[in-house]
């Protein structure tokens, strides 16, 4: 099962990963002074990952990223990096259909 794991930085901010359902790291979330923004965060993720045009995708040396954003152009997430775009478009098509069911975990 696909999961938010909240997490605190060592700066004492909030931040959550994304695991898709074989556990691995899909997306990391922008830090947050709360965990009320942290889950604030996550909700918007829910909402918008299942729309493509939410997002972008770009390519930096050899490796593929994609970033989520919410319907105001704020960024919600950005992708671990692939080694081709195919599998960047793997990563998004998990978060797509694995992060509006995924369960929460509080490990902060």
């Not at 931040?15 to 359902?21: A, D, E, I, K, M």
């Not at 889950?39 to 729309?51: E, F, M, T, Y």
């Not at 080694?83 to 902060?108: C, F, H, M, W, Y």
Request: contains cysteine; neutral net charge.
């Amino acid at each position: 099962m696909a999961t938010f794991v909240i997490q605190k930085s060592t700066r004492g901010q909030f931040y959550y990963v994304f695991r898709g359902s074989n556990y691995e790291p899909v997306m990391t979330g922008e830090e947050h002074t709360t965990k009320q923004a942290c889950q604030g965060s996550i909700d918007a993720v829910k909402r918008n990952a299942p729309l493509d045009d939410r997002y972008t995708r770009w390519q930096t040396g050899v490796a593929f990223y994609f970033n989520l954003q919410g319907g105001n152009g704020e960024k919600l997430g950005a992708s671990e990096g692939y080694n081709s775009a195919q599998g960047r478009e793997n990563g998004i098509n998990v978060v797509k259909s694995e992060a509006p069911t995924a369960t929460v975990l509080d490990r902060a």
